[in-house]
């Protein structure tokens, strides 16, 4: 009796079935301009012929490798071609999720009767669904979206659903080969950790891209699917083994496996080289956050969104450079603070003008953070519970340089904690192209996010110098030009002292006569404010501009010192890069080109330039710029030898006073690159000048870096000298016969030394 009852139910649904299949056709019409809102209507014929998912949007070096991505929480997928897919993979899929794929239209009958029968008895379980209905569900939310009146009658909704997929899949299936199709659902899956499609998905579970998937990592990919959390890797491991168990034995079920094979594969672990995605990691990561703003002004001006759109931005980032910069900057700050921390011997870095500790510093600096302003929201800012939770004590995990540390701080242990660190920025770019090569915002950008290349700006101390010397040369002066070491005197009218004299290092002034390429080798500060005097701050400033420096200047006589502004190691990199590309300020760029998710070029990016002096002039620079590897007493004299040899560098290091910002840019026939060093705030510095000097800080990162690069001759930036111009120089080059060596009267004459910038 049961079997012959099974027999007419099986006949009912085969009826049900034949009913569907005839009356789709005339259904299509209806469901899809759903005239009354009963079915939710369909998505047009448009957008089925061309999905549209949601893709992040890809930064890539210039010699090709990923840098980073920008997603939204739901957007973070990287499409790929069906080419790109492994054959263990694509079978481990085709056994577990539908088997007979290749045969059918984007209906599997067998399956769709099952499913209809299930809701007929009112004992629906799922099922039914083929790759192709599963992308159709995925691609137009099928299940939550579009639904209609009738979705509120029982079961009926889901009969509508399948109703939807099945009309959505054919239309798949009519547009798009199998492989294509395959790809896009692989595509579209969500395998939870943020890894949205099998590419992202790959790499974050297994550090591998999809072609390299075997069956056994394949089959932990393919066992999240229908439940990215139930059976996570990472989050239920054991979960996640007995579903791989269960994916490798329909592997070995259909032959594809050998039983010896499947028996050993299924006691093996899972292997996991486990890596979410993070604007954190990875090489870059000040640069890939401080050009978002940027991109993102750019999309919406060009109709793009950078979160969903699949954008494939190149930049001019080398990956080779960058690791270098980022070596280089790490290694050295390491052992600074080391140094730093020790020379402090438990006092407080925040100090004043005459070394005293600043009382209510911290006081003070609390006041500006979030949870600060979180709390007195709450509570009101007269209120006690404001300092208990300031003073509390919690579990937190800090920076170190040995490693992230688990420890108990209060808010208050905290901001003193991490004011106490010293931080770097560094640049790296090639003068004749513009194009930056490197980037390195800072120490860590997980635990310090602010950018200290374009961000930060700070004063540039004796760097800015050569932009003073520069207009000495332009009004007629030669590097030969003698200048005594003597005070110089600038009025201040209607100040209180009515005068200004700039001292050198030591307080005191030699009297010696020196040519002024001797003078900027030893960044002597009373030399250049002589030529400061002799020129005017307005012209300087003026100049300033034309070499790139676009941030706000005050015309003021002790701009000649790098005192009349703040500005950024981008900008100074940017005007010394003009000496090198023989007078033609040549705007520093990030991007190349970026293209659309099917590799159409959208935009390129072509730098701005503009004549800011002439040949001979910018040649003379460099030679200027090299008496500090060349001239006794050069503050670059302490550059490794190996740099120096064969090769011509120009150079100026810049401490600001109280030793609080300490600079370093250099240029090479290739590269013009630049760092800067500092306290987060410009009281916190060595209490130690000598120390904190930017020959000491900011000078060993350059050094670090230029030797790496000699050292990796695939980059193909050479030793050699600068380019001379074609014409012949107009001045006379070399000084000894006119100063007669009066600079070996200098006793410290080999003595590596930089001026500070004394107000």
């Given at each position: 009796m049961?079997?012959?009852v099974?027999?007419?139910l099986?006949i009912?649904a085969?009826?049900a079935?034949?009913?569907f299949?005839?009356?789709?056709?005339?259904?299509f019409?209806?469901?899809?301009?759903?005239?009354?809102?009963?079915?939710?209507?369909?998505?047009?014929?448009q957008?089925?012929?061309r999905?549209d998912?949601?893709?992040?949007?890809?930064?890539?070096?210039?010699?090709?490798?990923l840098?980073?991505?920008?997603?939204r929480?739901?957007s973070?997928?990287t499409a790929?071609?069906?080419?790109e897919?492994?054959?263990?993979?694509?079978?481990?899929?085709?056994?577990t999720?539908?088997i007979?794929?290749k045969?059918?239209a984007?209906?599997?009958?067998r399956?769709?009767t099952?499913?209809?029968?299930?809701?007929?008895?009112?004992?629906?379980?799922?099922?039914?669904?083929?790759?192709?209905?599963?992308?159709?569900e995925?691609?137009?939310?099928?299940?939550?979206?579009?639904?209609?009146?009738?979705?509120?009658?029982?079961?009926?909704?889901?009969?509508i659903?399948?109703?939807?997929?099945?009309?959505?899949?054919v239309?798949?299936?009519?547009?798009?080969?199998k492989?294509?199709?395959?790809?896009?659902?692989?595509?579209?899956?969500?395998f939870?950790?943020?890894?949205?499609?099998i590419?992202v998905?790959?790499?974050?579970?297994?550090?591998?891209?999809?072609?390299?998937?075997?069956?056994?990592?394949?089959?932990v990919?393919?066992?999240?699917?229908?439940a990215p959390?139930?059976?996570?890797p990472?989050?239920?491991?054991e979960?996640?083994?007995?579903?791989?168990?269960?994916?490798?034995?329909?592997?070995?079920k259909?032959?594809?496996?050998?039983?010896?094979?499947?028996?050993?594969?299924k006691?093996?672990?899972?292997?996991?080289?486990?890596?979410?995605?993070?604007?954190?990691e990875?090489?870059?990561?000040?640069?890939?956050s401080?050009?978002?703003?940027?991109?993102?002004y750019?999309?919406?001006?060009?109709?793009y969104d950078?979160?969903?759109d699949?954008?494939?931005?190149?930049?001019t980032i080398?990956?080779?450079?960058?690791?270098f910069?980022?070596?280089?900057?790490t290694?050295?700050?390491?052992?600074?603070?080391?140094?730093?921390?020790?020379h402090?011997?438990?006092?407080?870095?925040?100090i004043?003008?005459d070394?005293?500790?600043?009382?209510?510093?911290?006081?003070?600096?609390?006041?500006?953070?979030?949870?600060?302003k979180?709390?007195?929201?709450?509570f009101g800012?007269?209120?006690?519970?404001v300092?208990?939770?300031l003073?509390?004590?919690?579990?937190?995990?800090?920076?170190?340089?040995?490693g992230e540390?688990?420890?108990?701080?209060?808010?208050?242990d905290?901001?003193?904690?991490y004011?106490?660190?010293?931080?770097a920025?560094?640049?790296?770019?090639?003068?004749k192209?513009?194009?930056?090569?490197?980037w390195?915002?800072?120490?860590?950008?997980?635990?310090?996010?602010?950018?200290?290349?374009?961000?930060g700006k700070?004063?540039?101390?004796?760097?800015?110098k050569?932009?003073?010397?520069t207009?000495a040369?332009e009004?007629?002066?030669?590097?030969?030009?003698?200048?005594v070491?003597?005070?110089v005197?600038?009025?201040?009218?209607g100040q209180?002292?009515?005068?200004?004299?700039?001292?050198?290092?030591?307080?005191?002034?030699?009297?010696?006569?020196?040519?002024?390429?001797?003078?900027m080798?030893?960044?002597?500060?009373?030399?250049?404010a002589?030529?400061?005097k002799?020129?005017g701050?307005?012209?300087?400033?003026?100049k300033?501009?034309?070499?790139g420096?676009?941030?706000?200047?005050?015309?003021?006589p002790?701009?000649c010192?790098?005192?009349?502004?703040?500005?950024?190691i981008?900008?100074?990199?940017?005007?010394y890069?003009?000496?090198?590309n023989?007078?033609?300020?040549t705007?520093?760029?990030?991007?190349?080109?970026?293209?659309?998710?099917?590799?159409?070029?959208i935009?390129?990016f072509?730098?701005?330039?503009?004549?800011?002096?002439?040949?001979?002039?910018a040649y003379?620079m460099?030679?200027?710029?090299?008496?500090?590897?060349?001239?006794?007493g050069?503050t670059?004299?302490?550059?490794?030898?190996s740099?120096?040899?064969?090769?011509?560098?120009g150079?100026?290091?810049?401490?600001?006073?109280?030793?609080s910002d300490g600079?370093?840019?250099?240029?090479?026939?290739?590269?013009a690159a630049?760092?800067?060093?500092?306290?987060?705030?410009?009281?916190?510095h060595f209490r130690?000048?000598?120390?904190?000097?930017?020959?000491?800080?900011?000078?060993?990162?350059?050094?670090?870096?230029m030797?790496k690069?000699?050292?990796?001759?695939?980059?193909?930036?050479?030793?050699?000298?600068?380019?001379?111009p074609?014409k012949?120089?107009?001045?006379?080059?070399?000084?000894?016969?006119?100063?007669n060596?009066s600079?070996?009267s200098?006793?410290n004459?080999?003595?590596?030394?930089?001026e500070?910038d004394?107000?």
């Amino acid at each position: 009796m049961k079997s012959k009852v099974f027999r007419i139910l099986i006949i009912v649904a085969w009826i049900a079935a034949l009913g569907f299949f005839i009356g789709v056709p005339t259904t299509f019409l209806m469901v899809h301009n759903d005239t009354f809102g009963w079915f939710g209507g369909l998505p047009s014929l448009q957008d089925l012929e061309r999905p549209d998912p949601d893709l992040s949007s890809e930064l890539i070096s210039a010699d090709g490798l990923l840098l980073g991505k920008y997603w939204r929480p739901t957007s973070n997928r990287t499409a790929i071609t069906y080419e790109e897919l492994s054959s263990e993979l694509v079978n481990t899929l085709l056994v577990t999720e539908d088997i007979r794929f290749k045969q059918h239209a984007g209906i599997d009958l067998r399956g769709l009767t099952r499913a209809i029968f299930g809701v007929m008895t009112f004992n629906f379980k799922g099922g039914g669904s083929t790759i192709t209905m599963q992308l159709a569900e995925n691609l137009y939310q099928t299940n939550s979206e579009n639904q209609g009146s009738l979705y509120k009658i029982g079961k009926i909704g889901r009969i509508i659903t399948k109703l939807k997929e099945y009309i959505i899949a054919v239309q798949l299936e009519n547009s798009y080969t199998k492989e294509e199709i395959l790809a896009m659902y692989l595509n579209q899956i969500e395998f939870g950790s943020n890894s949205l499609g099998i590419k992202v998905a790959a790499k974050t579970f297994f550090n591998k891209l999809p072609s390299q998937l075997d069956y056994l990592e394949s089959s932990v990919l393919v066992g999240v699917i229908n439940a990215p959390t139930r059976f996570s890797p990472v989050l239920n491991p054991e979960n996640s083994l007995s579903k791989r168990a269960e994916v490798l034995y329909n592997v070995h079920k259909y032959g594809l496996i050998s039983e010896e094979e499947f028996d050993s594969l299924k006691v093996l672990p899972l292997g996991l080289n486990y890596k979410v995605d993070n604007h954190n990691e990875g090489l870059a990561t000040y640069f890939r956050s401080v050009i978002r703003p940027f991109l993102l002004y750019w999309s919406k001006e060009n109709g793009y969104d950078l979160y969903d759109d699949g954008l494939k931005i190149y930049t001019t980032i080398d990956s080779r450079l960058q690791q270098f910069a980022e070596e280089a900057v790490t290694e050295h700050m390491k052992k600074l603070q080391e140094r730093f921390d020790k020379h402090l011997n438990g006092t407080t870095p925040w100090i004043d003008e005459d070394g005293r500790e600043l009382e209510g510093f911290i006081e003070s600096r609390i006041k500006s953070t979030e949870h600060y302003k979180s709390l007195v929201a709450k509570f009101g800012v007269t209120s006690d519970s404001v300092e208990i939770y300031l003073n509390r004590k919690k579990p937190m995990t800090v920076f170190t340089w040995d490693g992230e540390k688990d420890t108990l701080f209060s808010t208050y242990d905290s901001l003193k904690y991490y004011k106490g660190f010293l931080h770097a920025g560094f640049l790296a770019m090639e003068p004749k192209t513009g194009q930056i090569k490197a980037w390195v915002g800072g120490i860590n950008h997980k635990y310090f996010k602010y950018d200290h290349v374009d961000q930060g700006k700070r004063q540039p101390g004796s760097t800015f110098k050569p932009i003073v010397y520069t207009v000495a040369i332009e009004n007629g002066y030669s590097p030969c030009y003698p200048v005594v070491d003597a005070a110089v005197t600038f009025p201040r009218p209607g100040q209180d002292p009515p005068t200004w004299t700039p001292e050198n290092a030591n307080g005191k002034f030699t009297g010696e006569k020196m040519t002024i390429r001797q003078a900027m080798a030893r960044s002597k500060n009373s030399v250049t404010a002589y030529i400061m005097k002799e020129v005017g701050p307005q012209t300087v400033v003026e100049k300033a501009k034309q070499l790139g420096i676009e941030s706000p200047l005050d015309a003021v006589p002790s701009l000649c010192l790098g005192a009349g502004g703040d500005v950024s190691i981008k900008e100074m990199v940017g005007s010394y890069s003009t000496f090198v590309n023989k007078g033609i300020y040549t705007e520093p760029i990030f991007i190349t080109r970026i293209e659309d998710q099917n590799g159409n070029v959208i935009q390129q990016f072509v730098p701005q330039t503009r004549e800011a002096i002439n040949e001979e002039t910018a040649y003379i620079m460099l030679h200027m710029l090299k008496g500090t590897t060349e001239e006794p007493g050069g503050t670059a004299l302490g550059l490794d030898i190996s740099l120096r040899q064969g090769n011509e560098i120009g150079a100026k290091t810049g401490t600001t006073q109280n030793a609080s910002d300490g600079w370093f840019v250099g240029v090479t026939r290739d590269l013009a690159a630049g760092a800067w060093v500092g306290g987060d705030e410009r009281s916190i510095h060595f209490r130690n000048w000598a120390l904190g000097q930017g020959a000491k800080t900011a000078m060993p990162i350059w050094e670090n870096f230029m030797l790496k690069v000699y050292d990796d001759p695939t980059l193909g930036y050479e030793k050699g000298s600068f380019d001379r111009p074609l014409k012949p120089i107009s001045i006379e080059l070399d000084c000894d016969k006119y100063t007669n060596g009066s600079h070996s009267s200098d006793n410290n004459q080999n003595q590596v030394i930089e001026e500070v910038d004394f107000m």
